[in-house]
C-alpha cells in the first residue's frame, strides 16, 4: 500500500498500525519519522483528510511550535512549580521564556496520525522533555498544521477527550490549576 507524498507502508501485523519509511517532518522544523497510522487506515472514508493532514505536517513550516511555546513553556512552570511543592529533589533546567522551552525538547519520530471522536484527523508526537522525563511532551497537531494540545503524553487528541470538558476546546495547555 503506498499513501501519496509518502511512498509505501508497511504494515506491522503485531502493532495493527502502518509504518512509513524515513519522511522530514518540517512542521517540527526538519524532524525525520515515520508516519504512523492505525490499521483501520485502510477502510477511511475520507482518506483525502488523512492525506491533507500528512501533507501539511510534512512540508509547513515550523510556525506550529513557535505559537505553541508559551503553552509549552506554561508546562515547564507548572511542572517546576510542582516539584518544589512536592519536595522532589530533581535537576530542573532553568528556562527563562518561552522561546528557550524547544531547545530542552527531543522532538519525537513517530508521528502518528489517527482520528479523534470529532472526526478531525490529527498527528500526534511522543516527544521527551528535560524537565518531564516520566510523562515527557505530546504534541498534537490537528489537520497536520496546528498545534491544538500539549502536556504531558497521555494519548489523548484533544483535551476535551482527556479531561471529559467541552470547555477545553480550544485550550492547547490544561494546567493543573485548570482542574
Not at 508521528?111 to 522525563?133: L, N
Request: hydrophobic content about 40%; aromatic content about 10%.
Amino acid at each position: 500500500m503506498e499513501m501519496p507524498g509518502v511512498g509505501p507502508l508497511t504494515l506491522d501485523e503485531d502493532l495493527h498500525r502502518y509504518f512509513s519509511g524515513p519522511v522530514t517532518a518540517s512542521v517540527l522544523g526538519g524532524v525525520v519519522g515515520q508516519v504512523v497510522l492505525p490499521s483501520s487506515y485502510v477502510a477511511d472514508d475520507d482518506k483525502e483528510a488523512v492525506h491533507a493532514a500528512v501533507t501539511a505536517f510534512l512540508t509547513n513550516d515550523d510556525s506550529a511550535l513557535h505559537a505553541a511555546s508559551a503553552d509549552a513553556f506554561a508546562y515547564y512552570l507548572d511542572t517546576v512549580r510542582e516539584s518544589r511543592e512536592q519536595g522532589w529533589n530533581e535537576p530542573l533546567p532553568d528556562i527563562a521564556e518561552p522561546e528557550q522551552v524547544w531547545a530542552y525538547v527531543s522532538l519525537g519520530h513517530e508521528f502518528h496520525v489517527e482520528r479523534d471522536t470529532d472526526g478531525q484527523v490529527y498527528v500526534s508526537i511522543e516527544c521527551e522533555c528535560a524537565w518531564e522525563p516520566e510523562h515527557g511532551l505530546q504534541l498534537v497537531l490537528r489537520a497536520g498544521t496546528t498545534i491544538t494540545k500539549l502536556g504531558p503524553f497521555d494519548s489523548h487528541l484533544t483535551n476535551t477527550t482527556a479531561y471529559a470538558r467541552d470547555d477545553f476546546a480550544n485550550v492547547i495547555y490544561v494546567s493543573t490549576s485548570m482542574l
